[in-house]
Antibody, heavy 118, light 112 residues
């Protein structure tokens, strides 16, 4: 059973960095692509970007200047950093698995709410 | 970015009756390999999205066969043959053909 679990601070101050980690169990992080999404309260879903085990990444151009993703195969984890956050970055953040050749995301974490506020 | 437009915005359905949701893309979703990467997700209140359909018409593991996807080019449809109480929530289409991946605005399904 593949499971993903997001972790990180639930509160981040404006202009600081949002950092989240996704821990994967039931699958090797070395074999697939892994994505981040977010969803502001009461709104739709937004794709943030994805990372492969080589470290190759694809980012949403709307966030590209403020996003980095990394992967730690030894811990079966991947991470998201979003810099210079504002209130507009307040959302539930999800990590997900992207099966090879699928161009979608089949397993998702439960999500973690990150609030940007002073 | 490719704009995904869903209709209707909301749907009220009698239990056991069918439902249909439309999704249109602003560009063709045919990828260079000839495949169309169109996904459908269902999100219940307070829960993470669950993928139902990938590559237009392929059901994910464990998805009931009352869910079906169809379409081509820029027009796609998700059908529920008989709506159950567990089907309430918001349905999203998402294209995986072009960067960045983009979602429709969602269709809220409720029971009449």
């Amino acid at each position: 059973q593949v499971q993903l679990q997001e972790s990180g601070p639930g509160l981040v101050k404006p202009s600081e960095t949002l950092s989240l980690t996704c821990t994967v169990s039931g699958d090797s992080i070395s074999s697939l692509y892994w994505s981040w999404f977010r969803q502001p309260a009461g709104k739709g879903l937004e794709w943030i970007g994805r990372i492969y085990n080589t470290g190759d990444t694809n980012y949403n151009p709307s966030l590209k200047s403020r996003v980095t993703m990394s992967i730690d195969t030894s811990k079966n984890q991947f991470s998201l950093n979003l810099y210079s956050v504002t209130a507009a970055d307040t959302a539930v953040y999800y990590c997900a698995r992207d099966p090879r050749g699928d161009h979608g995301s089949d397993y998702w974490g439960q999500g973690t709410l990150v609030t940007v506020s002073s | 970015d490719v704009v995904m437009t869903q209709s209707p915005h909301s749907l009220s359905v009698t239990l056991g009756q069918p439902a249909s949701i439309s999704c249109r893309s602003s560009e063709s979703l045919v990828y260079s390999d000839g495949t169309i990467y169109l996904n459908w997700f269902h999100q219940r209140p307070g829960l993470s999205p669950r993928r139902l359909i990938y590559k237009v018409s392929n059901r994910d593991s464990g998805v009931p066969d009352r869910f079906s996807g169809s379409g081509s080019g820029t027009d796609f449809t998700l059908k529920i043959s008989r709506v159950g109480a567990e089907d309430v929530g918001v349905y999203y289409c998402m294209q995986g053909t072009h960067w960045p991946r983009t979602f429709g605005q969602g269709t809220k399904v409720e029971i009449k």
